[in-house]
């Protein structure tokens, strides 16, 4: 693990995020859905319910842990992106859900990695 600046950590991370999220049988949909003034960070389901997960990827805990980092706002953002996602495609689900995967490096290429379920309910 060397990514050189925060956007290739970020989607290092992300890439992480989404092995384990695999992994806990989630079937990723898209990665960094853009929408003009933000992204969602992976679309994925899990049985019939469409997730919209925001990772957060931190080196040392100078800034915190990386789920203090989500904030109400960053959740109403998130709510409003997945808003204009669930808007333009033409699929239906039983449910939407927002999840938030955490990771922290505490080694070169060693990790901890937590997910948290349903973080705006």
Not at 21 to 40: A, P, Q, V
Not at 87 to 107: P, Q, T
Request: hydrophobic share 30%.
């Amino acid at each position: 693990m060397n990514p050189k600046n925060n956007i290739s950590f970020g989607s290092y991370g992300e890439k992480i995020a989404s092995q384990y999220l695999t992994n806990k049988g989630y079937d990723i949909l898209e990665r960094n859905f853009k929408k003009r003034y933000g992204d969602i960070d992976i679309i994925a389901k899990e049985n019939e319910v469409l997730v919209f997960i925001e990772v957060k990827t931190r080196r040392n805990l100078s800034f915190g842990y990386p789920e203090e980092s989500i904030t109400p706002r960053k959740v109403r953002s998130i709510e409003k992106y997945a808003e204009y996602y669930l808007n333009k495609s033409n699929h239906s689900y039983s449910a939407i859900r927002i999840d938030m995967v955490s990771i922290l490096f505490v080694g070169k290429d060693r990790f901890k990695i937590k997910l948290y379920k349903n973080i705006s309910g």
